[in-house]
């Protein structure tokens, strides 16, 4: 993997409905009708339309995605995908590692150019930060050599500590290729 794929990657610390860029992804539950935490906050931002179309997409299985339209965020969309409850099983980074490639690819099918990430299973779902933070960031720059057309994956952390994780992360990976 060439190193480079890692200048269209950042971590910033901040909040994910603030964002102009052509996709948000939400951390939702199965029946993609909001929740609490980043599913809650994406919600309300975007108004109740948002709810309204989600409603007639029949919910989303764990590790999959549904892309909705952004209504009153500054995103053109909103990719929702469902992370595992974590159990501490290989089974984990399957289903989270398809979360960020299902995301990926439903930017790329609806001409997303920037798409930014929570911390996709790390709250209520209780993935350890750095073990996500892995799968995160390798998946997503393994999809960028693929897929150049995305030129911006943003992963977007509520906390200090979350941040530094990331870029703790982005260092090892970007001097190990």
Do not use: W
């Not at 269209?8 to 029946?31: C, F, H, Y």
């Not at 980043?38 to 007639?56: N, S, Y």
């Not at 930017?107 to 299973?121: G, H, M």
Request: glycine share 10%; net charge neutral.
């Amino acid at each position: 993997m060439d190193a480079s794929v890692f200048s269209r990657m950042e971590a910033i610390q901040g909040d994910i409905t603030k964002l102009s860029v052509d996709a948000i992804v939400n951390a939702a539950n199965r029946s993609l009708l909001g929740g609490g935490g980043v599913d809650g906050a994406i919600h309300r931002a975007a108004g109740p339309e948002l709810l309204a179309e989600c409603r007639t997409l029949g919910g989303c299985p764990t590790g999959e995605a549904r892309i909705t339209k952004g209504y009153r965020l500054p995103a053109r969309h909103v990719i929702h995908t469902v992370g595992p409850v974590y159990s501490g099983t290989e089974k984990d980074a399957l289903l989270l590692g398809g979360c960020y490639r299902n995301s990926l690819a439903l930017a790329v099918q609806n001409a997303c150019r920037s798409v930014a990430f929570p911390a996709i299973s790390c709250g209520v779902f209780g993935y350890p930060i750095r073990e996500a933070a892995e799968v995160a960031v390798e998946v997503s720059a393994r999809f960028l050599v693929e897929n150049p057309s995305i030129e911006k994956v943003i992963f977007v952390l509520f906390s200090g500590k979350d941040l530094a994780v990331y870029r703790d992360i982005f260092n090892t990976l970007s001097q190990t290729y």
